[in-house]
């Protein structure tokens, strides 16, 4: 009745209580009950951020013993706020909602690596690496910092299981069938449509590990080894789930990379990117770039390559020619 009239602060209340009643040790549910589900749909799809913030704020505010009540709903509800804003780009706000030490950290990471690869003070190679090194926080550790709860993830069971495993949808009536407003609101639907999530796939977070993997290809030299083994890494992340995406990654790396030894089993088994060899060749394609560039726009630069050239070959032919002199001179 509550969702119904769009009271969905209050209904969120109620779904918690009932909520509470499957949690602690001795649960049968170990860990969630009938009534999460619920909850936790108020929480992530029908609620705006700011809405859940301040409710959570208002309920438990910063500094609350998370370790008394660790499976307390409202601390479930903590996480499910963080992943959203997580999601939403907002990462620094994001941090103090993980109350689990070790997923703050890899939050913390995620953040760091984030910033320094959107940074333009840096030098390419590190923000490749950066670029990189988010791409395999997003891929190792995406279901506790950007997955949903509910679909398409399902963070509610670690990812094991979703809908389709067990459950089928209820045969609805013809005539219930014709009328759009019989389960929600029009507020509710807005709501709902504005939340969903960008990618509707499984572990829809893998997308996003390989599109920080393709930014960070952009800043690699093309016919570098890192510059094969990120993409190689970007299509391993989803070549089974998404393989017309994994196959539009590899033939990025087809069009633009150098041939490499383990290219045969591209996408299935990939070495780690040597970042370090791909910083000095990225130095040596600058600086021979530069040079070919000022040889074509300017004549002097040209005239002057033209002569270093034709000194050098007049050298090498000196050289060679005095080589031979000298050894003719010892055979007599």
């Not at 009932?18 to 049968?28: I, K, T, V």
């Not at 479930?76 to 780009?89: E, Q």
């Not at 016919?223 to 970007?234: E, I």
């Amino acid at each position: 009745m509550r969702v119904s009239r769009g009271d969905y602060i209050q209904a969120l209340d109620f779904f918690n209580a009932a909520a509470a009643q499957g949690w602690g040790p001795n649960s049968a549910y170990d860990g969630f009950s009938d009534y999460w589900g619920d909850a936790a749909y108020l929480a992530e799809r029908v609620l705006t951020i700011d809405e859940l913030r301040d409710y959570l704020n208002h309920k438990l505010p910063s500094g609350s013993d998370s370790s008394a009540a660790g499976r307390s709903e409202f601390f479930r509800l903590r996480g499910v706020l963080a992943r959203r804003l997580m999601r939403a780009g907002r990462r620094p706000a994001a941090i103090r909602y993980f109350d689990d030490p070790r997923v703050r950290s890899k939050a913390e990471q995620y953040n760091i690596a984030l910033n320094k690869a959107n940074s333009w003070w840096h030098l390419p190679p590190t923000r490749a690496e950066s670029w990189f090194r988010a791409a395999m926080l997003a891929r190792k550790n995406g279901m506790e910092l950007l997955g949903f709860e509910k679909e398409p993830d399902f963070a509610i069971w670690n990812g094991e299981l979703d809908w389709a495993d067990y459950y089928r949808p209820p045969v609805v009536p013809s005539d219930l069938q014709r009328s759009e407003n019989v389960y929600t609101s029009e507020d509710e639907r807005k709501r709902v449509a504005a939340s969903k999530p960008e990618r509707d796939v499984r572990f829809q977070y893998r997308l996003t590990a390989v599109d920080h993997a393709m930014k960070s290809a952009d800043f690699l030299p093309a016919r570098s080894q890192a510059f094969a083994a990120v993409l190689c890494d970007a299509t391993r992340w989803i070549i089974d789930r998404q393989p017309e995406r994994a196959g539009q990654v590899y033939q990025r790396y087809l069009h633009q990379g150098a041939h490499v030894a383990w290219g045969g089993n591209f996408g299935r088994t990939c070495p780690q990117p040597d970042f370090p060899a791909a910083s000095s060749w990225s130095v040596a394609s600058r600086r021979a770039s530069h040079l070919a560039r000022h040889a074509r726009t300017h004549p002097v630069y040209a005239a002057l390559s033209a002569a270093l050239v034709v000194a050098i070959l007049t050298l090498l032919v000196y050289a060679r020619a005095r080589r031979a002199v000298t050894f003719s001179r010892r055979r007599i």
